[in-house]
């Protein structure tokens, strides 16, 4: 298991004990919050930048793909296939 830091921890407690659930029901819940941003995000087409969606979770903020990064994957993307045609 990976160590989780103190911070969220404490988070997860102070949640499962104002909810009356166990902490576990909170990680789990928490996991599946942003395995679906990660599906909702990844579903944009890698051509079209605009076509990734920023997604909204109250409480948490906003969640967006970063420009810069797509960029730079793009090019490193490019370079690496051309490299493997030649």
């Known amino acids: ?3 989780i830091q103190k911070e969220i921890l404490r ?3 102070e949640i499962a004990e104002k909810y ?3 902490i576990k029901t909170v990680r789990d ?4 919050i942003f395995q679906m941003i990660k599906e909702e995000i990844g579903k944009g087409n890698k051509e ?3 076509s990734f ?3 909204y979770i109250k409480n948490l ?4 793909a970063s420009k810069n990064k797509w960029i730079k994957i793009n090019k490193k ?3 690496s296939t051309k490299s493997l045609e030649e």
């Open 1 to 3: 298991m990976r160590i």
């Open 11 to 13: 988070k997860w407690k």
């Open 20 to 22: 009356n659930v166990p």
């Open 48 to 50: 079209d930048f605009d």
């Open 53 to 55: 969606k920023n997604i």
């Open 61 to 64: 903020g906003t969640f967006y």
């Open 77 to 79: 993307y490019d370079t």
């Open 29 to 32: 819940i928490e996991s599946s």
